[in-house]
Nanobody, 122 residues
Framework: QVQLVESGGGLVQAGGSLRLSCAAS????????MGWFRQAPGKEREFVCV????????YYADSVKGRFTISRDNAKNTVYLQMNSLKPEDTAVYYC???????????????WGQGTQVIVSS
């Protein structure tokens, strides 16, 4: 069982930056690929990015490539999402999620956080 808690969301002006964190419980964090997803009002949840178990492989949605960076610190059981050059269309609730232990790339995510709100004003 993995529990995930996101933090770091807030209100920021367009062009600004935010850093989201996702703290995980448990002693097997390093066995999980970790992803970030987001859901804007009235839209379906969408993939943002994912990072492999040791952090050596990352993938990004085209909409955030070059602006967002995912990273992880397995010693701290935490995954991060650095968001730069934010746009109003990045406004959404951001969720972190854990894939199945030892599986790469993740085809499913078994554990989800409660989400953190990001609002980008124009």
């Amino acid at each position: 069982q993995v529990q995930l808690v996101e933090s770091g969301g807030g209100l920021v002006q367009a062009g600004g930056s935010l850093r989201l964190s996702c703290a995980a419980s448990g002693r097997t964090f390093s066995s999980y690929a970790m992803g970030w997803f987001r859901q804007a009002p009235g839209k379906e949840r969408e993939f943002v990015c994912v990072i492999s178990q040791r952090g050596g492989i990352t993938y990004y949605a085209d909409s955030v490539k070059g602006r967002f960076t995912i990273s992880r610190d397995n010693a701290k059981n935490t995954v991060y999402l650095q968001m730069n050059s934010l746009k109003p269309e990045d406004t959404a609730v951001y969720y972190c999620a854990a894939g199945r232990p030892g599986i790469w790339p993740p085809h499913a995510y078994d554990y989800w956080g409660q989400g953190t709100q990001v609002i980008v004003s124009s």
